[in-house]
């Protein structure tokens, strides 16, 4: 019975190590993990047919799916501002880019319509990107793009 326990530990400890270490997060560079965050706030204001505002991304600390978590694994979080177009209700603007979310084949999180003017929309994509457009307290939107796990190289 000591035996199956000792075991039990030393596979217990094992997987830890393992999890730590970022061996099931996938390697990524920082500089390609944000090209790629900024692609998917790209596609948002492109549908949206605005430019984006007030860029900012960077690294921000992760825990993997199977529970991963080390200096090394980071996720790159992009946050972003954009007009509607000029009399367009940003409602109008929300079920733009939830259709173009559907065609890319995401899965929508959360569409929620607030009052006449707001909304709320959220989805995830096939590649493990969270993509967030929702109103703000002006008559813009904020886009938030974060991006899945990843370990430096």
């Known amino acids: 019975m000591r ?4 075991g039990v530990l030393a596979v217990a ?9 970022g ?18 706030a790209d596609a948002i204001a492109k549908t949206i047919g605005m430019p984006l505002r007030n860029a900012e991304t960077g690294p921000a600390p992760c825990t993997g799916k199977l ?14 501002n954009v007009d509607v177009p000029a009399g367009e ?4 603007t929300a079920d733009r880019v939830r259709a173009e979310w559907a065609a890319q ?4 999180t959360d569409d ?3 009052g006449t003017d707001q909304a709320v929309l959220t989805a995830d994509t096939g590649d493990g990107f969270n993509l967030d457009v929702e ?14 796990c990843f370990t430096r190289p």
Do not use: M, W
Request: some cysteine.
């Open 135 to 148: 109103s703000t307290s002006g008559s813009g939107l904020a886009v938030f793009v974060h991006s899945p």
């Open 105 to 108: 084949g995401y899965t929508v």
């Open 112 to 114: 929620r319509k607030i």
């Open 67 to 80: 529970g991963e978590s080390s200096s090394d694994v980071y996720s790159i979080l992009g946050t972003y």
């Open 13 to 21: 400890l094992l997987l830890s190590v393992t999890a730590c270490s």
């Open 23 to 40: 061996e099931f997060v996938e390697s990524k560079s920082e500089a390609d993990t944000t090209a790629l965050v900024q692609q998917h």
């Open 3 to 6: 035996s199956v326990r000792i």
């Open 89 to 92: 209700n940003r409602q109008v």
